[in-house]
């Protein structure tokens, strides 16, 4: 999820070049309902958006049974090194912007691997 059309693009092919099946939303919002209707294995998602932020998206997830475990990963332009955000919002891990191809798949495929708990700091990627 992104609101900005040009890196939900960027985002979408990455992930459908390496095999992934991906579901678009262009805001948190439509995010949460997105996940409620295909249930993905991880949801990679921007902080700053508009209707629902990434982390209130997060945070919805986290509250729901169903969702409680589901790996989040978050990618912003907004973070600067030691911004707690993603930590109260329990992400899963972070990327920054701008990331490379091979930095957002090492990424996803680590967090697809499992391993991560919640309730655990989110990891920085790469």
Not at 50 to 65: F, K, N, Q, T, Y
Not at 79 to 100: E, H, M, N, Y
Request: glycine share 8%; net charge negative; with cysteine.
């Amino acid at each position: 999820m992104d609101d900005d059309d040009d890196v939900r693009a960027v985002v979408v092919r990455i992930l459908h070049r390496a095999g992934h099946t991906v579901v678009p939303a262009a805001d948190g919002a439509a995010g949460l309902q997105a996940v409620r209707d295909h249930l993905p294995d991880l949801v990679v998602s921007d902080i700053d958006m508009p209707v629902m932020s990434g982390s209130d998206l997060c945070c919805a997830l986290r509250e729901d049974p169903g969702h409680s475990d589901l790996p989040v990963l978050f990618i912003s332009g907004s973070l600067v090194p030691g911004d707690t955000r993603p930590i109260g919002a329990q992400a899963t891990a972070v990327l920054r912007k701008p990331f490379t191809s091979a930095e957002l798949l090492a990424c996803v495929e680590k967090l697809l691997q499992g391993g991560h708990r919640p309730g655990q700091e989110p990891s920085t990627c790469p």
